[in-house]
Protein backbone atom coordinates (compact mmCIF):
# COMPACT_ATOMS: atom_id res chain seq x y z
CA UNK A 1 0.00 0.00 0.00
CA UNK A 2 1.62 2.89 -1.24
CA UNK A 3 2.41 5.86 1.55
CA UNK A 4 1.66 9.42 1.55
CA UNK A 5 3.70 10.92 -1.09
CA UNK A 6 4.62 14.92 -1.04
CA UNK A 7 6.34 16.82 -4.09
CA UNK A 8 8.71 18.12 -4.73
CA UNK A 9 11.43 17.16 -1.78
CA UNK A 10 13.19 20.24 -1.67
CA UNK A 11 12.38 23.68 -3.06
CA UNK A 12 14.24 26.97 -3.15
CA UNK A 13 12.30 30.09 -3.73
CA UNK A 14 12.89 33.77 -3.61
CA UNK A 15 11.10 36.49 -1.25
CA UNK A 16 7.81 37.57 -2.73
CA UNK A 17 7.37 34.78 -4.95
CA UNK A 18 4.33 32.03 -4.53
CA UNK A 19 4.78 28.62 -3.83
CA UNK A 20 2.80 25.32 -4.52
CA UNK A 21 3.12 22.02 -2.66
CA UNK A 22 1.79 18.94 -3.38
CA UNK A 23 0.13 15.92 -1.57
CA UNK A 24 -1.10 12.37 -2.52
CA UNK A 25 -2.84 10.94 0.07
CA UNK A 26 -2.75 6.87 1.06
CA UNK A 27 -5.35 5.54 -1.39
CA UNK A 28 -8.77 5.31 0.70
CA UNK A 29 -8.00 8.13 3.08
CA UNK A 30 -10.18 11.44 2.20
CA UNK A 31 -8.64 13.67 5.03
CA UNK A 32 -5.58 15.71 4.44
CA UNK A 33 -4.14 17.94 6.73
CA UNK A 34 -0.83 20.36 6.37
CA UNK A 35 1.33 21.38 9.29
CA UNK A 36 4.57 23.83 8.98
CA UNK A 37 7.65 22.75 11.47
CA UNK A 38 10.40 25.10 11.71
CA UNK A 39 12.92 24.67 14.73
CA UNK A 40 11.67 25.10 18.27
CA UNK A 41 8.00 24.87 16.86
CA UNK A 42 6.69 21.88 16.55
CA UNK A 43 4.40 20.70 14.06
CA UNK A 44 1.56 23.71 13.39
CA UNK A 45 -1.32 23.04 12.36
CA UNK A 46 -2.53 24.75 8.83
CA UNK A 47 -5.92 23.50 7.72
CA UNK A 48 -7.68 20.14 6.65
CA UNK A 49 -9.38 19.05 4.38
CA UNK A 50 -11.89 16.23 3.97
CA UNK A 51 -14.00 15.61 1.28
CA UNK A 52 -12.75 18.56 -1.01
CA UNK A 53 -13.83 20.93 2.08
CA UNK A 54 -11.69 23.06 4.39
CA UNK A 55 -12.56 21.66 7.80
CA UNK A 56 -10.36 22.98 9.90
CA UNK A 57 -8.49 25.48 9.97
CA UNK A 58 -4.95 26.46 11.98
CA UNK A 59 -3.69 30.06 12.91
CA UNK A 60 -1.73 31.25 9.82
CA UNK A 61 -2.01 34.60 7.90
CA UNK A 62 -3.85 34.55 4.38
CA UNK A 63 -1.23 34.04 2.53
CA UNK A 64 -1.37 30.55 3.09
CA UNK A 65 -3.96 28.35 1.39
CA UNK A 66 -5.16 25.25 0.31
CA UNK A 67 -7.53 22.80 -1.94
CA UNK A 68 -8.45 19.26 -2.25
CA UNK A 69 -9.58 17.48 -5.32
CA UNK A 70 -12.37 14.87 -5.88
CA UNK A 71 -9.41 12.34 -6.23
CA UNK A 72 -8.51 13.71 -2.45
CA UNK A 73 -5.33 14.93 -3.50
CA UNK A 74 -4.09 18.40 -1.67
CA UNK A 75 -2.23 21.22 -2.75
CA UNK A 76 -0.98 23.63 -0.82
CA UNK A 77 -0.17 27.38 -1.75
CA UNK A 78 1.96 30.46 -0.29
CA UNK A 79 1.35 33.60 -1.54
CA UNK A 80 4.58 36.42 -1.64
CA UNK A 81 6.86 34.39 0.35
CA UNK A 82 8.56 35.94 3.71
CA UNK A 83 12.15 34.82 4.44
CA UNK A 84 10.28 33.12 8.03
CA UNK A 85 7.91 30.69 5.54
CA UNK A 86 11.17 28.22 5.09
CA UNK A 87 10.22 25.05 7.05
CA UNK A 88 9.77 21.93 6.49
CA UNK A 89 5.71 21.37 5.53
CA UNK A 90 4.29 18.32 6.34
CA UNK A 91 1.17 16.54 4.54
CA UNK A 92 -0.67 13.70 6.60
CA UNK A 93 -3.46 12.09 5.73
CA UNK A 94 -6.52 9.64 7.97
CA UNK A 95 -9.24 8.09 6.90
CA UNK A 96 -11.12 10.08 9.28
CA UNK A 97 -11.34 12.00 12.92
CA UNK A 98 -10.59 9.05 16.09
CA UNK A 99 -7.91 7.67 13.28
CA UNK A 100 -4.12 7.94 12.91
CA UNK A 101 -2.35 10.17 10.54
CA UNK A 102 -0.32 8.76 8.54
CA UNK A 103 2.54 11.75 7.30
CA UNK A 104 4.60 12.09 4.07
CA UNK A 105 8.39 12.74 3.98
CA UNK A 106 7.65 16.33 3.90
CA UNK A 107 8.57 19.24 1.66
CA UNK A 108 12.04 21.48 3.01
CA UNK A 109 10.68 24.93 1.35
CA UNK A 110 13.52 27.39 1.68
CA UNK A 111 12.80 30.82 1.01
CA UNK A 112 15.85 33.29 0.51
CA UNK B 1 -1.78 29.45 23.63
CA UNK B 2 -0.24 26.15 23.15
CA UNK B 3 -2.72 23.56 23.99
CA UNK B 4 -0.38 20.47 24.05
CA UNK B 5 2.55 21.09 25.79
CA UNK B 6 5.77 18.99 25.74
CA UNK B 7 7.99 20.98 28.86
CA UNK B 8 10.85 18.69 28.48
CA UNK B 9 12.83 19.74 25.64
CA UNK B 10 15.41 16.56 26.02
CA UNK B 11 15.81 13.38 27.53
CA UNK B 12 18.36 11.17 27.85
CA UNK B 13 18.05 7.60 29.03
CA UNK B 14 20.92 4.48 29.49
CA UNK B 15 20.21 1.56 27.14
CA UNK B 16 18.13 -1.12 28.56
CA UNK B 17 16.62 1.30 30.57
CA UNK B 18 12.96 3.00 30.73
CA UNK B 19 12.31 6.24 28.91
CA UNK B 20 9.28 8.06 29.86
CA UNK B 21 8.07 11.17 28.01
CA UNK B 22 5.61 13.31 29.02
CA UNK B 23 2.85 15.41 27.69
CA UNK B 24 0.37 17.72 29.05
CA UNK B 25 -2.83 19.36 27.57
CA UNK B 26 -5.18 22.08 28.10
CA UNK B 27 -8.24 21.63 26.32
CA UNK B 28 -10.40 19.10 27.98
CA UNK B 29 -12.69 18.46 25.22
CA UNK B 30 -9.83 16.38 23.72
CA UNK B 31 -10.44 12.49 24.02
CA UNK B 32 -8.05 11.31 21.58
CA UNK B 33 -4.04 11.03 22.01
CA UNK B 34 -1.09 9.86 20.02
CA UNK B 35 2.50 9.81 20.57
CA UNK B 36 4.87 9.81 17.29
CA UNK B 37 8.34 9.51 16.32
CA UNK B 38 10.18 11.78 14.05
CA UNK B 39 13.80 11.06 12.58
CA UNK B 40 15.41 13.80 10.45
CA UNK B 41 14.41 14.75 7.24
CA UNK B 42 11.81 12.25 7.67
CA UNK B 43 8.11 13.04 8.41
CA UNK B 44 6.84 11.59 11.65
CA UNK B 45 5.87 8.10 12.08
CA UNK B 46 2.67 6.95 14.04
CA UNK B 47 3.72 4.95 17.47
CA UNK B 48 0.33 4.42 19.49
CA UNK B 49 -2.60 5.79 21.03
CA UNK B 50 -5.46 6.02 23.27
CA UNK B 51 -8.77 7.49 23.79
CA UNK B 52 -10.42 9.20 26.28
CA UNK B 53 -12.39 6.29 27.85
CA UNK B 54 -8.65 4.31 28.42
CA UNK B 55 -6.47 4.86 31.10
CA UNK B 56 -3.67 2.65 29.42
CA UNK B 57 -3.07 1.14 26.25
CA UNK B 58 0.30 -1.08 25.22
CA UNK B 59 2.14 -2.15 22.01
CA UNK B 60 5.02 -4.21 22.36
CA UNK B 61 7.58 -2.10 24.35
CA UNK B 62 5.52 1.27 24.25
CA UNK B 63 2.77 1.92 26.85
CA UNK B 64 0.80 4.87 27.04
CA UNK B 65 -1.09 6.10 30.00
CA UNK B 66 -3.71 8.77 29.99
CA UNK B 67 -4.64 11.00 33.09
CA UNK B 68 -7.64 13.16 32.60
CA UNK B 69 -8.33 14.58 35.47
CA UNK B 70 -4.70 15.99 35.67
CA UNK B 71 -4.91 16.35 31.58
CA UNK B 72 -1.63 14.81 31.04
CA UNK B 73 -0.63 11.88 29.27
CA UNK B 74 3.22 10.21 29.31
CA UNK B 75 4.63 7.30 26.81
CA UNK B 76 7.02 4.44 28.41
CA UNK B 77 9.35 2.30 26.60
CA UNK B 78 11.31 -0.46 28.08
CA UNK B 79 13.44 -1.64 27.51
CA UNK B 80 15.00 1.57 25.70
CA UNK B 81 17.10 0.90 22.99
CA UNK B 82 19.59 3.31 21.01
CA UNK B 83 17.32 3.04 17.93
CA UNK B 84 14.79 4.85 19.97
CA UNK B 85 17.14 8.01 19.80
CA UNK B 86 14.30 10.40 17.63
CA UNK B 87 12.12 13.34 18.66
CA UNK B 88 8.78 12.37 20.24
CA UNK B 89 5.63 13.87 19.51
CA UNK B 90 2.21 14.25 21.50
CA UNK B 91 -0.91 15.31 19.78
CA UNK B 92 -4.74 15.60 20.61
CA UNK B 93 -7.41 15.86 18.89
CA UNK B 94 -11.42 16.21 19.63
CA UNK B 95 -12.78 12.78 18.10
CA UNK B 96 -16.50 13.63 18.23
CA UNK B 97 -16.12 16.89 16.98
CA UNK B 98 -13.78 15.74 14.06
CA UNK B 99 -11.18 18.27 14.25
CA UNK B 100 -7.38 18.68 13.33
CA UNK B 101 -4.64 16.76 15.17
CA UNK B 102 -3.08 19.72 17.52
CA UNK B 103 1.05 19.04 18.17
CA UNK B 104 3.16 19.44 21.08
CA UNK B 105 6.68 21.31 20.01
CA UNK B 106 8.45 17.32 20.97
CA UNK B 107 10.84 16.08 22.84
CA UNK B 108 14.31 14.54 21.50
CA UNK B 109 14.97 11.53 23.09
CA UNK B 110 18.91 9.94 23.28
CA UNK B 111 19.29 6.28 24.51
CA UNK B 112 22.98 5.96 24.92
CA UNK B 113 24.65 2.40 25.10
Known amino acids: KAGVTQTPRYLIKTRGQQVTLSCSPISGHRSVSWYQQTPGQGLQFLFEYFSETQRNKGNFPGRFSGRQFSNSRSEMNVSTLELGDSALYLC???????????FGQGTRLTVV | DQQVKQNSPSLSVQEGRISILNCDYT??????FLWYKKYPAEGPTFLIS?????DKNEDGRFTVFLNKSAKHLSLHIVPSQPGDSAVYFC????????????FGKGTTLSVSS
Open chain 2, 27 to 32: NSMFDY
Open chain 2, 50 to 54: ISSIK
Open chain 2, 91 to 102: AASEWQAGTALI
Open chain 1, 92 to 102: ASRRGAGTEAF
